[in-house]
T-cell receptor
Framework: AQTVTQSQPEMSVQEAETVTLSCTYDTSENNYYLFWYKQPPSRQMILVIRQEAYKQQNATENRFSVNFQKAAKSFSLKISDSQLGDTAMYFCAFMKKSGGSNYKLTFGKGTLLTVNP | GAVVSQHPSRVICKSGTSVKIECRSLDFQATTMFWYRQFPKQSLMLMATSNEGSKATYEQGVEKDKFLINHASLTLSTLTVTSAHPEDSSFYIC????????????FGPGTRLTVL
């Protein structure tokens, strides 16, 4: 079974600064996907970024980028130029690539990020 | 693209009644949908996987007879909470997968259920 650990229950950052959220995972799979989801106060889950394990290049989406370290099983999210609208709960998630998983996601417990003005 | 809707967004019901929540994929077909439950300040807990045209697969500890799932078309899955009790009060979220699923799950806005 897979596990996803987010060791930072809460974090805060000043507007316009950079913040990094940590995520580690445990799996015996070699092919898989990793995701960061954002859940703002509206509680709508929003996909922020995804990473395919077989790709060495770190994924980026505008101000969001990841540091994917496959050997260390680490998948951190960096948010640059933080904005007030980035205030949300952030969930790291794992998905097996194949074989009977039916595309299930394994979620971490989440990190509550507050961006301060 | 990849928009998922849920209805209703909020529902209040009396103990002992049944409540149906609908989940629709608006701009794609979804052979697989998921139902989650989320308690305040916690992560999402997967309740069941809903497959179009077949029986849902429930996670361990989730009562099949209490949480009825129907996935009758490629764009609609429903969750019925039968004989609801106050402990069933929660935030229920559905998600769906477009295409081959490698893009991840896309989530509905959630339904707040309050059982009096």
């Amino acid at each position: 079974a897979q596990t996803v650990t987010q060791s930072q229950p809460e974090m805060s950052v000043q507007e316009a600064e950079t913040v990094t959220l940590s995520c580690t995972y445990d799996t015996s799979e070699n092919n898989y996907y990793l995701f960061w989801y954002k859940q703002p106060p509206s509680r709508q889950m929003i996909l922020v970024i995804r990473q395919e394990a077989y790709k060495q290049q770190n994924a980026t989406e505008n101000r969001f980028s990841v540091n994917f370290q496959k050997a260390a099983k680490s998948f951190s999210l960096k948010i640059s130029d933080s904005q007030l609208g980035d205030t949300a709960m952030y969930f790291c998630a794992f998905m097996k690539k194949s074989g009977g998983s039916n595309y299930k996601l394994t979620f971490g417990k989440g990190t509550l990020l507050t961006v301060n003005p | 693209g990849a928009v998922v809707s849920q209805h209703p967004s909020r529902v209040i019901c009396k103990s002992g009644t049944s409540v149906k929540i609908e989940c629709r994929s608006l701009d794609f077909q979804a052979t697989t949908m998921f139902w989650y439950r989320q308690f305040p300040k916690q992560s999402l807990m997967l309740m069941a996987t809903s497959n179009e045209g077949s029986k849902a697969t429930y996670e361990q500890g989730v009562e099949k007879d209490k949480f009825l799932i129907n996935h009758a078309s490629l764009t609609l899955s429903t969750l019925t909470v039968t004989s609801a009790h106050p402990e069933d009060s929660s935030f229920y979220i559905c998600s769906a997968i477009p295409g081959l699923g490698v893009g991840g799950q896309f989530f509905g806005p959630g339904t707040r259920l309050t059982v009096l």
